[in-house]
């Protein structure tokens, strides 16, 4: 008989309360005595569909994966019918820990890149399944850079994340505002800690941050790559896109303004044990493809 021992409740769907919830419970979790323990996860009827974000998406995904991981049974309540029938239809989240535990399942909307687990030895199909997302949404316009940026981030969490496989990613064209939500979430050390394990002279995680940024800094800890990525994932950014990024106990927000980037970060009062990246990209801050007519002799 299973025994509901833990209830993790989300009455709303602010980024704050949402991400400082799961990090204060991610902090406490156990192991769990039994198999038939469960832990509830109930989402309340103020977590709707049209504010349910790729950034909600893939922190409760990190979040189930990790009472997974501690041997808990997972029941997710989901109060709002409409969200419910998304969760349950358009992500199919319940295939991601069931018998035959899936990585990816396509979703039927076709602005959506559905759910991806990030495991290592499946970066090229990442990189085919962005491609294809970006080019059939929307052809003629050119997303080469961020679609390299993305497979960056990717390698990134294999080679310096440490997250065994506990990261998710998703990405959702919002029509009615014309802009791309990604998001990528791991549960490893977070990409301040691993600065600071490299850098010793680099004491809080903002300072952490925003080094992280700057040309060919490395993690010290995998060959494969020279750095990060993220000055590449930063000069890459649309006009008027949002890049923010939460480690650890700090969080950093760059701003793409007339060519510039404009480079905040704030300290947090609760500590995030790995890394969450998430952009906001207006499609008309791309450029178009150009293509040149053949020269006739």
């Known amino acids: 008989m299973s025994i509901v021992k833990n209830c993790y409740e989300l009455y709303s769907c602010d980024k704050k309360e949402w991400i400082e919830k799961i990090c204060s419970w991610s902090r406490d979790v156990k192991i769990s005595s039994s198999y038939d323990d469960c832990s509830e996860i109930r989402l309340g009827t103020e977590v709707v569909i049209h504010k349910f974000l790729p950034f909600h998406i893939v922190t409760l995904s990190c979040f189930i994966e990790l009472l997974k991981r501690m041997?808990?049974?997972?029941?997710?309540v989901v109060e709002n019918y409409e969200l419910r029938n998304f969760i349950i239809n358009d992500i199919s989240i319940t295939t991601y820990?069931?018998?035959?535990k899936s990585d990816h399942i396509d979703s039927p909307d076709s602005s959506r890149l559905n759910l991806?687990?990030?495991v290592e030895g499946r970066a090229e199909e990442y990189e085919i399944s962005i491609h294809r997302f970006f080019s059939d949404k929307f052809p003629g316009i050119d997303f080469y850079m961020l679609k390299t940026c993305l497979a960056e981030l990717y390698y990134n969490i294999f080679d310096h994340a440490k997250a065994e496989g506990n990261a998710f990613s998703y990405i959702h064209y919002e029509e009615e505002k014309d802009l791309i939500h990604i998001a990528i979430c791991d549960f490893g050390e977070g990409i301040a800690k691993t600065i600071r394990n490299a850098y010793k002279n680099i004491d809080n995680d903002e300072e952490a941050l925003l080094w992280s940024l700057k040309k060919g800094v490395s993690a010290r800890s995998n060959t494969h790559n020279a750095g990060f990525g993220l000055d590449t994932v930063v000069s890459a950014l649309s006009e008027k896109?949002?890049?923010r990024i939460v480690s650890n106990k700090a969080l950093l927000i760059c701003t793409k303004k007339e060519s510039s980037v404009e480079t905040k970060t704030h300290d947090l009062p609760f500590y995030l044990k790995g890394s969450l990246i998430y952009f906001d990209l207006p499609i008309s801050g791309f450029e178009r493809i150009e293509i040149n007519e053949e020269f006739t002799f």
């Not at 820990?97 to 035959?100: A, K």
């Open 71 to 76: 041997r808990w049974r997972v029941f997710l």
């Open 97 to 100: 820990w069931g018998e035959r």
């Open 241 to 243: 896109s949002i890049l």
């Open 116 to 118: 991806w687990r990030i």
